[in-house]
């Protein structure tokens, strides 16, 4: 899959059999209904398939202080995509003079002439444009103007009401990760690298690895059964994870710490990508370490009773 970095819609001279436009934090359900029509409309006149994307997200440059944090990396984006069958990543700097194109610019400056598109698909509540003054209809009506044809998309439902990246940080905020699993079609999974802690779990003979994460949202502070995988070239493993602020022992710092079950090794400056398939418990204030350790035993065999090969 080719990723293309965009500094604005200056013509390319692509010709892209479909396109999606959109910010796909998370990949959800939603986002692979779109994919999936896409491939389907490259297939049928043989073309290249194609995800259009802004960095950053367009509410960092338009309301900072209102901007979501993301749920992926670019990184972990482009591989979503890639694994959904996308060809070509296109990443747009989204800056001020680009929020005030007109549809009608963006359409046939981004669209048509950078993108090369001939089919366009977009969920039917997409908005484009200066002050998001374009929808599908005029989408539809621009594109048989300048030679693409639009479709739109209804949207995905869970519980009765659209997934959405907000509602999945808003699941993942407390803490139900079975609830975002659902929307996402897959669990949620944070990545990063093992860095050096207090050493405490090891310790208390239940060692960790203390993550530094690489994801801007992390599940609301609790215990999770996990899958960890190690270095993404190795089989993923059982894990526990605790997030929280350690308040059994005046912590203030929110941390990440994983107990790989059974796993013996040094996973300083290791890669991990952890997905979390449940949560266990609310993270707590234990009268000493003992009862602590006692938990964590208890949280390791409910681990192992919830968690089945990834």
Request: charged residues 20%; neutral net charge; hydrophobic residues 40%.
């Amino acid at each position: 899959m080719e990723i293309c970095h965009l500094d604005g819609p200056e013509p390319r001279q692509w010709t892209s059999g479909a396109v999606t436009v959109g910010n796909f934090d998370g990949v959800h359900l939603g986002h692979q209904a779109l994919v999936a029509a896409v491939v389907a409309e490259a297939r049928q006149s043989h073309g290249a398939t194609a995800v259009l994307t802004f960095d950053p997200h367009p509410s960092r440059i338009l309301s900072p202080d209102r901007a979501p944090s993301a749920l992926m990396t670019l990184d972990q984006k482009a591989e979503a995509l890639r694994d959904l069958g996308i060809d070509r990543v296109a990443v747009l700097r989204f800056s001020a003079a680009l929020a005030q194109k007109s549809a009608e610019e963006f359409a046939r400056d981004v669209v048509q002439r950078a993108l090369g598109a001939r089919a366009v698909v977009v969920g039917a509540n997409f908005r484009f444009g200066r002050h998001r003054s374009g929808d599908v209809a005029l989408l539809g009506e621009l594109g048989r103007q300048l030679g693409f044809v639009v479709r739109g998309l209804p949207p995905v439902l869970h519980e009765g009401a659209a997934v959405s990246s907000t509602r999945i940080r808003e699941a993942l905020a407390r803490g139900e990760v079975e609830s975002a699993r659902a929307m996402l079609g897959r669990p949620y999974s944070v990545e990063g690298r093992v860095v050096r802690g207090e050493g405490r779990g090891r310790g208390l003979g239940v060692p960790t690895a203390n993550l530094s994460p690489h994801n801007e949202t992390l599940p609301g502070n609790g215990v999770y059964a996990c899958h960890v995988s190690i270095d993404s070239g190795q089989p993923a493993r059982p894990a526990v994870v605790n997030i929280g602020r350690q308040p059994t022992f005046g912590g203030s710092q929110t941390t990440l710490e994983a107990h790989l079950l059974g796993f013996e090794g040094d996973l300083y400056g290791k890669s991990l990508r952890v997905a979390f398939q449940s949560r266990l418990r609310e993270e707590r204030r234990f009268p000493s370490a003992e009862e602590l350790v006692a938990q964590i035993l208890s949280d390791i065999a409910e681990a192992k009773g919830v968690l089945v090969s990834p």
